[in-house]
């Protein structure tokens, strides 16, 4: 009876899901290419 709800045909979703991005401590992402400049202020504080 499950088989009947689900649609034929190829899935939507990708095999791999999708990873979020890792965040440093200020939780910008690290893959960010150019970080704002105010981010070197803040880890001088911490």
Known sequence: MNSRNKPHGRR???RKPRKPLPLNKN???I???RPP???L????EY
Not at 41 to 44: D, G, H, K, L, T
């Open 31 to 33: 893959s960010s290419p």
């Open 27 to 29: 939780g910008i992402p």
């Open 37 to 39: 400049k105010y981010t």
């Open 12 to 14: 939507k979703q990708s």
């Open 41 to 44: 202020v803040n880890e001088r």
